[in-house]
């Protein structure tokens, strides 16, 4: 209890108006500062302790939420006014289903209300362009919290400075998986390619293109077993053979002839219309192009509160060589401008230390780590 006197104290302390007036203007020239350096321009934050804090204040859990959703509002507009372009919160895991049905209700109402108070939060987000975007499994959500989803994005849809993902219900296995999936449909597809076939790949993933390949192999195991078998049979009957070969061209599919030549329709006519893209040609760029975060800049900085270190399933495609991951103590009520500028004054120290580019295309090498840097040379 004396500690939460104390917090009583500190926070009537705090809001009396001379102390505010002088915390805002120091606030504005340490954010004007920050901002003169290279600022990550995709930021992602793993909001754990609210339960935590919770507890140790002796408040209700929803009361520790609450104050988790306020400490999310301040450090967004630290986030947009220093110049980040990109803020992506986890909000619900897919993992959370396992739990019982008391507390996934539970967790499902109260992101509903998180998302009705982020979208009527519009003065932070349309002040600086953000636009809220939901990034996961909506057929796993309930149709009241969908609507919730729904109005959000639809309030901000106009809006394009600045993004807020939400990875609701999310986890980056599913992520990965799902671009996966997103890429085979394509490359299943057939394309109409140039008029002299040209750019026609070796074949898709598509089952006629397979079963087509296989039948040609076998054919040709057979023709060549048959002409092993009796090699001089066909030097008996040159006049017999010639007639049979010539008749059975005009009907059979040869093994020599391309599967990528013939239509995907029922008849296998020689043709350069379609084509299927070359599973080959399936890069790391082509899965980025199919992820939630598609278009986005890559992730520069991953901060976790509550001592935890672990990323919990969560950006492991986004994290790559230049990624910096921040595990702090503090729990998520807890985290401020305070807590937050030593993280990023660190972050612009070891970039111009190392010499690191921030940057702000799509395409960027992939891979996972804690705190590796990469040199320009």
């Known amino acids: 209890m004396p500690s939460m006197h104390l917090s009583q104290i500190r926070k009537w302390f705090l809001q009396s108006p001379p102390v505010e007036w002088a915390i805002y203007q120091l606030r504005e020239l340490l954010i004007g500062a920050l901002s003169q350096g290279p600022i990550p321009q995709h930021v992602a934050f793993v909001m754990d302790g609210n339960r935590r804090f919770a507890r140790s204040h002796q408040i209700e859990t929803v009361e520790g939420h609450n104050l988790g959703f306020e400490a999310l509002a301040r450090i967004l507009e630290v986030c947009y006014k220093s110049g980040v372009r ?15 049905r008391y507390e996934v209700d539970a967790l499902m109402s109260l992101a509903k209300l998180k998302l009705t108070q982020l979208a009527q939060h519009g003065d932070l987000l349309s002040r600086y362009g953000a636009s809220i975007r939901i990034l996961g499994q909506r057929d796993l959500v309930k149709p ?10 639809e309030l901000t849809r106009d809006n394009g400075d600045a993004i807020l993902n939400v990875c609701f219900p999310y986890t980056s296995r599913d992520e990965m998986t799902t671009a996966v999936k997103g890429v085979v449909e394509e490359w299943v597809q057939p394309k109409r390619s140039g008029r002299d076939g040209s750019g026609a790949g ?10 087509r390949n296989i039948r040609n192999r ?3 195991t057979a023709v060549e077993r048959t002409r092993a078998r009796s090699p001089s049979s066909a030097a008996t009957s040159d006049t017999d053979d010639t007639n049979t070969t010539t008749s059975s061209s005009a009907t059979t599919l040869q093994p020599s002839t391309p599967p990528e030549l013939l239509l995907p329709g029922a008849d296998d006519k020689p043709t350069g219309a379609y084509e299927y893209p070359d599973p080959e040609k399936i890069t790391a760029a082509t899965l980025d192009e ?33 990624t910096e991951i921040v595990f702090l103590d503090c729990l998520w009520p807890e985290f401020d401008l305070w807590t ?16 690191v580019r921030v940057v702000e295309g799509p395409e960027i090498g992939k891979g996972a780590g804690r705190r590796k840097k990469k040199k320009i040379r």
Not at 144 to 153: G, H, R, T, W
Not at 304 to 319: I, K, P, Y
Not at 343 to 353: A, C, D, G, T
Request: aromatic share 12%; no cysteine; hydrophobic share 45%.
């Open 218 to 220: 076998h054919l040709s």
């Open 86 to 100: 990109v803020v992506t919160i986890y909000a619900f895991s897919i993992e959370n289903f396992k739990r019982s």
């Open 290 to 322: 199919h992820m939630f975060t598609a278009g986005m800049p890559p992730l520069d900085l991953l901060v976790r509160t509550s001592g935890v270190e672990r990323l919990s399933d969560f950006m492991l495609w986004q994290a790559h060589q230049d």
């Open 340 to 355: 937050f500028l030593p993280v990023l004054v660190e972050w612009q120290w070891r970039r111009r230390k190392d010499g």
């Open 144 to 153: 009241d919290v969908l609507e919730a989803i729904d109005s959000a994005m």
């Open 202 to 211: 070796r074949g898709g993933f598509s089952e006629r293109s397979i079963e």
